[in-house]
């Protein structure tokens, strides 16, 4: 699997950016996906998964209420709806996928070139 994110970008705080991940493949919608970032001096951190059919997500607490991760396995693609962002989601991000979703976070056995989001006060 190939893993092509997109989308980031700078933005104001309170605004909005949607991130896409395109993947290769021809068992993209068995596998889970999910988002990653990592700050400036900080560890990468797991974000957002998603199961193979999109009916499970998951998030880490501090992105609840404000992104929203789906997929659209006719497209290949899985996104990331952020909203309401602030200067602490500054930070590149990875789309990565997961071959057995075990229904919370995902380890990443693939991974996608990171996209840069910059959230300015």
């Known amino acids: 699997v190939q893993l092509q994110a997109s989308g980031g970008g700078v933005v104001q705080a309170g605004g909005s950016l949607r991130l896409s991940c395109a993947a290769s493949?021809?068992?993209?919608?068995?596998?889970?996906m999910g988002w990653f970032r990592q700050a400036p001096g900080k560890e990468r951190a797991f974000v957002a998964a998603i199961s193979g059919s999109g009916s499970s997500t998951y998030y880490t607490d501090s992105v609840k209420g404000r992104f929203t991760i789906s997929r659209d396995n006719a497209k290949k693609t899985v996104y990331l709806q952020m909203n309401s962002l602030n200067p602490e989601d500054t930070a590149v991000y990875y789309c990565?996928?997961?071959?057995?979703?075990?229904?919370?976070?995902?380890?990443?056995?693939?991974w996608g070139q990171g996209t840069q989001v910059t959230v300015s006060s």
């Open positions: 493949g021809r068992t993209f919608s068995i596998y889970g």
């Open positions: 990565a996928a997961d071959r057995y979703y075990s229904g919370t976070t995902i380890t990443g056995d693939y």
